[in-house]
């Protein structure tokens, strides 16, 4: 009998496992899409990075984390609906004297009828040598800080109501 309720209990997890993930949809503020890499070298190069590529690469890169914490993250579509949408705000700086890395993100959680839940302003300082390889500190750096925002996406679940938002609502926040 324990070998049947353990088996149902399994397949209970399992189930829930897809059926209650946080679905979020996100995009970029298009004033806050670039990054570039201002290294005050004179043989070197400046680089430019585009922050919803680098997102994209991020979530590939951390498919593990969300999975585990039930989150399943998405670009924003007109067609698709989920529980939030997160309009993010990102603001690197790098500065090289200091080894440092200043990070901040901004985001914005909407949902249901279109209404903002709140601005929340996510920040963190990361010791490292961006120049010898910068997208993947930029990756590093974006692992760290979407951990607090992973953190923060759970808790709203659980202490806001939330409905479903349509990514057509994107469009409007977008401009």
Do not use: W
């Amino acid at each position: 009998m324990t070998h049947i309720k353990n088996i149902v209990l399994i397949l209970f997890t399992l189930l829930s496992y897809d059926v209650f993930s946080i679905e979020v949809q996100y995009l970029f503020d298009s004033r806050y899409e670039k990054f570039a890499d201002f290294a005050s070298h004179p043989f070197k190069d400046r680089h430019s990075y585009t922050h919803a590529e680098l997102f994209a690469d991020y979530l590939n890169f951390d498919k593990e984390r969300l999975k585990k914490n039930n989150i399943n993250i998405f670009k924003c579509e007109e067609d698709l609906s989920s529980d939030l949408i997160i309009q993010i705000r990102p603001n690197f700086f790098y500065n090289p004297l200091m080894t440092k890395m200043y990070g901040q993100l901004k985001i914005n959680f909407f949902t249901g009828d279109n209404s903002l839940i709140e601005e929340q302003v996510f920040e963190e300082e990361i010791s490292m040598n961006f120049n010898n390889y910068p997208e993947k500190n930029l990756l590093i750096t974006y692992e760290i800080m979407f951990r607090q925002v992973i953190d923060h996406i759970n808790n709203l679940y659980q202490t806001n109501s939330i409905n479903d938002i349509t990514g057509g609502f994107c469009k409007i926040i977008k401009n």
